[in-house]
């Protein structure tokens, strides 16, 4: 058996703030495989961005990655050295960040921007550089890529700055894609080609994605599995049909219930009630326990991550039976 | 109860001036510094009983003591610690009347600037409008051509002395009071207890003086700390040039500059220790006033 | 583009005409025109002769126009002392006091960059917290004083440069220069050092702020992400958007140099402009003083614009919104 693409086992990334520890990741385990697509999903703050952070050795004093395995093809990247590190980054391993406005440097053009990652890992000629990224350019519909390359970042819209951030991490073809809400600033018709270009790249190159979003309907047209954050944890995992469709979660259920679907037209959005906990002090037992409707005495215990059925694992005491409550 | 018994913690208040020292006593050089800077203004004042000369008594100079290394034993039998200069004159005793001078150029100037810009920069602020217009224009203007440079060109067209000394710096310098004053004036102009106050009709200049220049005063402060450094070293730059405080009662730049010619023949002494006490003031008062705005201004704290 | 330098010139020329009156209103309302202008040793003919010359005789109003018309003709006056235009005088010294200004200049980015981008990389080691005390003392230094000990140790005691004058010299496009012998750049070492010695510590402030800034953007962030190697992100992405606001306060410091090499010509006798005018102002030559007062004013403004222009040409967006 192959190694995974990527697997986190047991992640923690702690910020050492001056009111206290940050536990952003807390203890992430998660598996992509060759060619798949996991949806990673969880409200603002719950810690997706600094677990992709965290894989590519991104993260930013305070910051720290303080325990825990990034298996990437096997290999354990915390452990890794920087130039070794460097060297996957943006060649094996490419990231794209949440905001597209601040992602490119404004006061370079962008063909430097992206002629320079070609080089920085492939011995071409800069004007083989250049060729390639333009094709890029081409692959995430950029028309007229050869005339738009010499513009500055400030001359394009937010949706064409993401769509040339995709580009960049598109041009070594790399085996794992961390993509950070990538197509939330851009149009439907867009998204759409974009998700398709991604599923595109999966199938012929194998490229394992990571694909971080609020939006749960992207999840399910593209991912094949998905994970659930919640406070700097998973707390629930498995094939997208199947957790959509029949969530353990309490807050699974919530986050399902908030979503405006079709065939539930009409009916009354179900906002999960309270807040996100703070990350400084959460408490002893679950987290989610101050807003959970199915909290129980059980709950001030903290709950172990259990597989409740083959490939679904839970991280909750009193998990739904079957699907959400009618 | 045995509280009672116990020794009592003295109480800690917490009053602000309280938790304004002990913010400032966060950093170990500001307080040298602090320190550096009392000792200095102390033995300035204290001159005529420190000195063991008095520099300006021309018949207690011996010209026959003239340019005597440190450490030099004169023909009345004066110890010279630091040498003595062209004329005979004890270094010492040159330096602490020379401080004298410095510091109350540069205090007396600040001060002037201070009254002048704030009073100014207050009624930008209050007035608004075209004043407001004007006085930021002539800020601008005034702040956008070099300091040396205004403050040469006074003193061309007003001639030398302490007092044209005085208003050359007090033209350099006004615009910098101004500006801070109107910036937080304009600031706490908007905060609601001064409404409340135009509300109930207070006169307008019961509200400057009761609400507004107490919110004004802190950042009035920190530059008028940089500033009294900056008008120091500008002063002793003017008198280095020959242009500042007369022969008569030189400033230490004016000592500095005395020296300048003896330099190249090897006696240092007379241009160096002068120096290195417009120095320590100088830095003195920086690092007094560099820590005064951290604490001041919690927004620039790390 | 046109137009916008076209505005610009009308505001230069409104700058220079408040000035005028400025200087007007120092060299004829204030003090005695005829004490500035004619020279002391003038006899009472030869003084009745100037006044009317002068337009003296006439209301004040008058005067200041007389004034302009001269000025506008590039009439500035003659030196008392050297009984030449006091223009051509200040413009003879002029290149002396560039080459001085653009030495510190370079020296400053020379030194101040490099220290400044370490700071900022590494902001919590020795040696940043070192270079950031000695970019304190730089700032409290008096300048005149570090160039009198400059001359003690390296001239007096070490005897390793020249303490005054500018040394050999090469007649490039009509004037002389001296830094490109050898001679002459050891003549200009020490004065362009020290009157570097504020700026370097601005460079360093600067360069270590921006540095600091935009290390914490996230365009470094996902240049890091593209596995560039960590110079090319300093030196190109980093550099780039700090030399934007480098740059332009080292320009508008430029005049500030200019200005402060007053100083440091009388200190190492170098024959510029500054020197020029504290002789004129020690002896009271006072058309040369106003003659150089109004090509400072001049070159401030020139200043301004050539860093504006730099600016546009530096920011890629402003560039854009400067033609629409
Ligand atoms: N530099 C930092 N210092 C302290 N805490 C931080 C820092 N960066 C992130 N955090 C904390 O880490 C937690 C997770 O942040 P993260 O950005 O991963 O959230 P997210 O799930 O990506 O949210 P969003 O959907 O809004 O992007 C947050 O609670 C945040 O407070
Ligand atoms: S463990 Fe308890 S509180 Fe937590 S989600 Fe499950 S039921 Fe709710
Ligand atoms: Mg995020």
């Known amino acids: ?326 | 109860m045995s509280a009672v018994l116990r020794p009592s913690a003295p109480p800690q208040v917490e009053t602000p001036l309280r938790r304004f020292a002990s913010q400032f006593a966060e950093s170990r050089l500001a307080l040298v510094g602090l320190v550096v800077f009392v000792a200095i203004v102390l033995a300035a004042l204290l001159a005529p009983w420190l000195a063991p000369q008095n520099p300006y008594d021309l018949a207690q100079l011996d010209i026959m003591d003239g340019r005597l290394p440190p450490g030099s034993v004169g023909a009345s039998g004066m110890v010279h610690w630091l040498g003595t200069d062209d004329q005979g004159r004890d270094m010492l005793s040159g330096i602490l009347y020379g401080l004298r001078i410095s510091l109350m150029v540069g205090a007396g100037s600040a001060l002037v600037a201070a009254l002048v810009g704030a009073s100014l920069g207050m009624l930008a602020a209050y007035a608004g409008g075209r004043t407001d217009t004007l006085i930021m224009r002539l800020v601008d203007l005034q702040l956008s051509f070099p300091a040396i440079l205004a403050a040469l060109m006074i003193l061309a067209f007003l001639g030398k002395g302490i007092l044209n000394v005085v208003i050359a710096l007090v033209v350099v310098e006004w615009a910098y009071y101004a500006r801070t004053v109107r910036g937080s004036a304009l600031v706490e102009r908007r905060r609601e207890y001064i409404e409340a106050a135009q509300c109930l009709a207070l006169p307008t200049g019961r509200i400057i003086f009761r609400h507004l220049l107490p919110n004004v005063l802190p950042p009035l402060i920190v530059v008028g700390t940089m500033q009294v450094a900056r008008a120091i070293a500008l002063e002793a730059t003017l008198s280095f040039l020959g242009l500042g405080v007369p022969i008569t009662e030189p400033s230490l730049g004016l000592l500095i500059a005395n020296g300048y010619e003896y330099m190249l023949s090897g006696k240092y002494w007379i241009s160096f220790y002068p120096g290195i006490a417009l120095l320590l003031t100088i830095v003195s008062i920086n690092l007094v006033g560099d820590q005064l705005r951290d604490v001041i201004n919690p927004r620039l704290q790390k | 583009m046109t137009l916008y330098l076209l505005r610009r010139c009308l505001q230069a020329a409104g700058v220079m005409l408040v000035m005028s009156v400025l200087v007007f209103v120092g060299v004829y309302a204030i003090g005695d025109p005829v004490e500035i202008l004619i020279s002391p040793e003038a006899d009472q003919i030869e003084r009745e002769r100037a006044i009317r010359a002068l337009g003296l005789d006439l209301p004040l109003w008058q005067q200041y126009l007389v004034f302009l018309k001269n000025a506008l003709h590039g009439d500035l006056g003659r030196s008392f002392v050297f009984n030449e235009p006091a223009l051509k005088l200040i413009l003879d010294r002029m290149p002396a006091t560039l080459e001085l200004a653009f030495g510190a200049t370079f020296v400053a980015l020379l030194v101040g960059l490099p220290l400044g981008l370490y700071a900022g990389l590494r902001p919590n080691g020795a040696l940043a917290r070192g270079i950031m005390a000695g970019s304190i003392l730089g700032f409290s230094l008096p300048t005149f004083w570090v160039g009198l000990m400059l001359i003690m140790v390296f001239a007096v005691q070490l005897g390793w440069l020249p303490s005054t004058g500018r040394g050999e010299t090469v007649d490039v496009l009509g004037t002389r220069w001296s830094f490109l012998t050898l001679d002459g750049l050891r003549h200009l070492a020490m004065p362009a050092f020290n009157l570097a010695l504020f700026k370097i510590s601005l460079v360093i402030r600067l360069t270590r702020a921006g540095v600091r800034e935009a290390m914490l953007m996230d365009y470094v962030k996902f240049a890091r992400a593209k596995g560039l190697h960590p110079s090319r992100i300093v030196l190109v992405h980093v550099l780039k958007n700090i030399m934007i606001p480098v740059i332009t306060v080292v320009g508008l410091e430029f005049g500030g140099t200019i200005a402060f090499s007053v100083v440091t010509e009388s200190i190492f006798a170098w024959p510029g402009m500054g020197k020029l005018i504290i002789d004129s102002i020690n002896v009271l030559d006072r058309p040369v003083i106003v003659a150089y007062l109004m090509l400072i004013v001049l070159m401030f403004i020139v200043i301004n614009l050539l860093v504006d222009l730099t600016y546009t040409a530096l920011d890629p967006r402003v560039r854009l919104e400067g033609r629409t």
């Open chain 1, 1 to 326: 058996m192959t190694a995974p693409t990527l697997e986190l086992r047991d992640l923690r990334t702690h910020f050492a703030t001056r009111g206290g520890v940050v536990k952003a990741v807390d203890g992430v385990s998660l598996r992509v495989d060759r060619g798949q697509v996991l949806g990673l999903v969880g409200e603002s703050g719950s810690g997706k961005s600094v677990t992709g952070f965290s894989i590519l050795g991104l993260v930013d004093p305070p910051g720290q990655v303080v325990g825990g395995q990034v298996l990437f093809q096997g290999q354990d990247l915390a452990r890794l050295d920087e130039e070794a590190m460097r060297h996957l980054r943006g060649n094996r391993i490419a990231m794209i960040f949440q905001d597209p406005m601040m992602t490119l440097n404004p006061v370079l053009r962008i063909d430097t921007q992206m002629i320079e990652t070609v080089l920085a890992h492939a011995p071409v000629s800069r004007e083989e550089a250049r060729q390639r990224a333009r094709d890029a350019l081409g692959q995430v519909g950029i028309a007229a890529p050869e005339e738009r390359m010499r513009a500055y970042p400030h001359q394009f819209s937010g949706g064409m700055r993401q769509r040339v951030a995709i580009a960049i991490a598109l041009l070594h073809k790399p085996d794992l894609i961390v993509a950070d809400e990538p197509t939330t600033a851009l149009d439907v018709t867009i998204q759409g080609q974009i998700l398709a270009e991604a599923q595109k790249l999966c199938a012929e190159h194998g490229t394992a994605l990571i694909w971080i979003t609020h939006d749960l309907s992207v999840v399910a047209g593209l991912a094949d599995r998905i994970a659930v954050m919640y406070a700097g944890r998973v707390v629930e995992e498995g094939p997208v049909e199947a957790v959509l469709d029949a969530p353990l979660h309490p807050y699974t259920v919530g986050l399902i219930g908030s979503v405006p679907s079709r065939n539930r037209r009409g009916a009354a959005l179900n906002q999960i009630p309270g807040m996100t906990p703070s990350m400084l002090n959460l408490p002893a037992g679950c987290a989610f326990a101050a807003r959970c409707p199915r909290a129980a005495s059980g709950c001030s215990e903290p709950p172990p991550f259990v597989e409740f059925r083959p490939g679904r694992s839970a991280r909750c005491i009193h998990p739904h039976a079957e699907g959400p409550p009618a």
